[in-house]
């Protein structure tokens, strides 16, 4: 089957960290760009972060900027998202898929990417 799993969700207090995998399976992530999408309760999915596919070029959306980073270890077919300073509105269902880097950045990801696994749920609550 081709998509990713992710997976690193759970449960944390406001101000801690967790570290999110994004695992490809079925196909090669090597020549996509990869972004981290989340989607909260009752609101649209978005974009939160992004790493090209060959210089690995990251961008960051306002509400993640600071706080979250984002790699990927192309042998591994996996990507990562290390989130600090978690905050409540943090809360949300993550998803990471594959597209072209231009298309996450100009906001239409979304509509563009593909391969999209089943998520993992982060909870930021105390």
């Known amino acids: 089957q081709v998509q990713f799993v992710e997976s690193g969700g759970g449960l944390v207090q406001p101000g801690g960290s967790l570290r999110l995998s994004c695992a490809a399976s079925?196909?090669?992530?090597?020549?996509?760009?990869i972004g981290w999408f989340r989607q909260a309760p009752g609101k649209e999915r978005e974009g939160g972060s992004c790493?090209?596919?060959?210089?690995?070029?990251?961008y960051y959306g306002d509400s993640v900027k600071g706080r979250f980073t984002i790699s990927r270890d192309n042998a591994k077919k996996t990507v990562y998202l290390q989130m600090n300073g978690l905050k409540p509105e943090d809360t949300a269902i993550y998803y990471c898929?594959?597209?072209?880097?231009?298309?996450?950045?100009?906001?239409?990801?979304?509509?563009?990417?593909?391969?999209w696994g089943q998520g993992t749920q982060v909870t930021v609550s105390s």
């Open positions: 898929a594959a597209g072209a880097y231009n298309d996450f950045v100009s906001g239409s990801g979304t509509s563009t990417y593909h391969y």
């Open positions: 079925g196909f090669t992530m090597d020549y996509y760009a």
């Open positions: 790493i090209s596919a060959f210089d690995q070029r990251t």
